[in-house]
């Protein structure tokens, strides 16, 4: 019996010892997967940062990498479908005033015969009537005695609004004749003109 204890005693031993050595250690979390390869051109997030913390109750962002030149692209397209979406504004000028100058949003000694070496400067003064909810642009140009290179072309915003008034001057009507102020819109249009003499 003593003997029969003996040997199995001897066999358990020897099974400890061989299931110590040749036993494999089992993790229960599965191994890091390998990073990804990224190009060259493209900054790759980390993979422990990809996923940004979030407050409680919050589901969590996500990170991810713009594309090469992604803002650029981004930024052209917003900018053409802002552009296709405008529509044009519908402008249409009420009065059209030459003048010495301007005051408190007012012509000051409008006419129709301006005296050169007295009047250094020329006003063109529009109210602009914008009938559309986006904003406007017209060009005054001042054209000389027998149609000659405009001086002036001036370009002015126009705002949505039913009362717009807006201004440009003009150094250059030295010449004397028939002049005339001619207001146009972004289109090319002719809105309004208004012939003023200039004497010497």
């Known amino acids: 019996m003593a003997m029969k204890m003996a040997r199995r ?3 358990l031993a020897l099974c400890t010892v061989w299931l110590a050595g040749c036993g494999e250690r089992h993790d229960a979390r599965p191994p890091a997967p390998a990073a990804a390869a990224c190009p060259a051109a493209t900054q790759c997030p980390e993979p422990a940062a990809a996923t940004a913390a979030a407050p409680a109750g919050l589901p969590a962002a996500t990170v991810t990498a713009p594309a090469p030149d992604a803002n650029v692209v981004a930024d052209k397209g917003s900018r053409e479908a802002k552009e296709k979406g405008r529509g044009a504004a519908e402008l249409k000028v009420k009065r059209l005033v030459i003048a010495e100058g301007v005051k408190d949003r007012e012509p000051v000694a409008p006419g129709t015969t301006f005296h050169a070496p007295e009047t250094p400067r020329l006003y063109a003064y529009l109210e602009v009537e914008n009938r559309s909810d986006v904003e406007g642009e017209v060009t005054v140009a001042f054209v000389p ?7 002036g072309n001036v370009t002015l915003g126009v705002g949505p609004s039913p009362r717009w008034r807006t201004w440009a001057f003009t150094r250059g009507a030295r010449k004397a004749g028939e002049w005339t102020a001619v207001v146009r819109s972004e289109t090319g249009e002719e809105l309004a003109r208004a012939p003023f003499e200039v004497t010497l």
């Open 145 to 151: 005695p027998g149609g000659g290179e405009p001086v």
């Open 9 to 11: 005693m001897t066999f």
